[in-house]
């Protein structure tokens, strides 16, 4: 840890930006490496000091002491996995040394299996080669401690595991983000018996392979899920057929994710709102100003999907014909659909009413029949699979809050929530003689477009007065965010899942220090912040806090934004090293460094 004085000084010399990553844990120390060199360089290593100097090399806080990272645009995830992968097959490769990539237990690292009888050769060439001045090194378990790679010691101190963990650090061009062993690279090794290499760990598909038969070569997606930001072809690396097969509980079929935004400070869209709002019978919070407030929550949204889930295929935009300044529309996996598309029925336009706009959402062209529906206020908070939302077979999962729907019957008393979801418990009654009473969680919602069609087919005057309710209304149904979960259910199509998940109120008088705890950890899979509070007064401090939290918690532009003043722009072309090894043949938009 920094002397206490130090991290005082630290408060002081960074931005007041930068003090929310501070209070978490000073993770932004590298957004300003130079001034603290002058203050820190005699506490640093001699090591450390050296490894500053290294080209492309940034000094970051990371897991509680000042480390070397190497600054890698595009950051996400996957690329970390890709890079460490390719970096160690690359070398054992170059050096003619038997070896084939493995489908561990783990979800965020890799494993490359070696025969025992060669771990001499593969530790010299790795621990040799100019790789080694950044790798870290570290035995099987995972409080090992990191070991730097090109030291012979630290291969001595390793050399009674049968599996070791090989990574390098690597940050964002602003020093916030960094990712290490969570995303290793494990390297196995197989005995030789009878004939047969034997796995010295569990894995998913083999644990004994014939010796003798010859490696296949496969796309390195295969063994780290889709890599972000890679255009063409990846990169291949050895295994063996019986790592190439699809396994019963994968989900092979594609998944799509749908948003529905509005832009509620457009003066064309203000004055249609004007218009519809005729009538003055609405709830307050049917056509509160808060629900219709834009904090660009939808860009960083969009961040998270780019980082932690780039499996998904396709990206649609559902708006009332409003699209981002800052958005792609360009770009192949993002598809903006405006509501005339989409609408059955012309006549319900326009809508203000997010419902309205749900229940047409399996009409839009090209979806696919699994899909996430996101609000541009849920997030990603770290890597997910498809099998966290659907199951192989296409069964779909759903999220039950322990939060409960009120037993009284609707009143228009009742936000326009409860009674969207009152009125999803008179279909289900009705119908399948079952009573909802769990309310469902903010999350991204895994849905069938054969199920929202059969809905709207099964009853179609209450889904016509749903589509036909301008703003939020006491007849309708809230479909996407759980009728559709509950109908699913009775009909053995959607089963209860589980996920870790949180929800933020703006409001609330305590949500800046779960933000800092958001950051610290990154330890759920997804999290809603919402504004539930139409206050000018302290709309400002709302927007500063989240903007603060979400640049810091997604520093890394997606390809969806266009390049722009309001877009951080990343270093161009591949950060230059020293290292003799040519550079791996990928494309310039995800370049690593050998």
């Not at 009413?353 to 399996?362: P, R, T, V, Y």
Request: charged share 20%.
């Amino acid at each position: 840890m920094l002397p206490h004085t130090v991290r005082h000084l630290l408060v002081r010399l960074l931005p007041a930006r930068n003090r929310l990553i501070l209070q978490h844990g000073l993770s932004g120390l590298g957004t300003t490496s130079r001034v603290l060199r002058k203050h820190l360089s005699v506490r640093l290593s001699k090591r450390l000091r050296r490894d500053a100097h290294r080209p492309g090399v940034k000094l970051v806080w990371y897991a509680r002491g000042v480390r070397a990272a190497e600054v890698t645009e595009g950051l996400t995830p996957s690329v970390a996995r890709a890079t460490n992968l390719l970096r160690v097959t690359d070398v054992l490769e170059r050096h003619g040394i038997p070896h084939f990539c493995v489908r561990g237990t783990s979800v965020t690292m890799t494993a490359v299996a070696v025969p025992a009888g060669e771990r001499q050769r593969a530790e010299r060439a790795l621990r040799v080669s100019g790789l080694a001045a950044g790798a870290l090194l570290a035995g099987g378990g995972a409080g090992g401690k990191p070991l730097h790679a090109d030291q012979r010691a630290s291969w001595a101190q390793t050399s009674e595991e049968t599996i070791l963990r090989i990574w390098w650090l690597l940050t964002d061009p602003g020093g916030q983000w960094t990712l290490g062993p969570n995303h290793a690279c494990v390297i196995e090794y197989w005995t030789e018996d009878d004939g047969l290499l034997l796995a010295p760990v569990p894995n998913l598909t083999a644990t004994a392979v014939v010796a003798a038969e010859n490696p296949v070569r496969v796309p390195v997606s295969h063994f780290t899920g889709p890599v972000s930001g890679l255009v063409g072809a990846a990169p291949q690396v050895a295994t063996r057929s019986e790592f190439t097969l699809s396994l019963p509980d994968e989900v092979t079929f594609p998944v799509d994710a749908v948003y529905t935004w509005v832009d509620g400070a457009d003066p064309e869209w203000i004055r249609r709102r004007a218009t519809a709002l005729g009538r003055t019978d609405y709830h307050e919070q049917a056509i509160s100003a808060a629900r219709f407030t834009s904090r660009d929550e939808l860009r960083y949204s969009l961040r998270s999907l780019h980082q932690f889930a780039p499996w998904l295929r396709t990206i649609y935009l559902v708006t009332d014909g409003q699209v981002p300044a800052w958005l792609h529309t360009d770009h192949p996996g993002l598809k903006v659909v405006p509501h005339s598309e989409i609408f059955s029925d012309a006549s319900a336009l326009p809508t203000f009413n997010s419902h309205a706009i749900e229940s047409q959402l399996h009409h839009i062209p090209g979806l696919s029949d699994h899909f996430l529906y996101f609000n541009d206020d849920v997030f990603l908070g770290r890597s997910v699979t498809p099998e966290e939302f659907f199951h192989a077979n296409g069964l779909s999962k759903y999220f039950p809050s322990n939060s409960l729907v009120p037993m009284t019957p609707a009143s228009a008393e009742d936000p326009p929530s409860e009674i969207a979801a009152k009125n999803n418990r008179v279909v289900i009654a009705g119908t399948f003689d079952r009573v909802l009473t769990r309310k469902m969680k903010h999350v991204p919602h895994s849905l069938r477009r054969d199920i929202l069609q059969e809905i709207e087919d099964r009853y179609p005057a209450e889904h016509r007065q749903t589509q036909h309710s301008h703003f939020r209304s006491p007849t309708d149904l809230s479909i996407t965010s759980s009728l559709h979960h509950y109908y699913g259910q009775q009909t053995s199509r959607s089963v209860p899942g589980r996920i870790r998940y949180t929800y933020l109120d703006l409001a609330a008088p305590n949500t800046g220090r779960h933000l800092n705890r958001l950051l610290a950890r990154r330890d759920y899979h997804t999290f809603c912040i919402n504004d539930t509070v139409d206050d000018p007064d302290t709309a400002e401090a709302r927007t500063a806090m989240l903007r603060t939290f979400l640049d810091t918690y997604f520093p890394v532009p997606s390809p969806y934004e266009r390049p722009g003043p309001d877009t951080p722009q990343l270093a161009h072309g591949p950060v230059e090293t020293a290292r003799p090894e040519p550079a791996l043949d990928l494309p310039n938009s995800v370049k690593w460094n050998p």
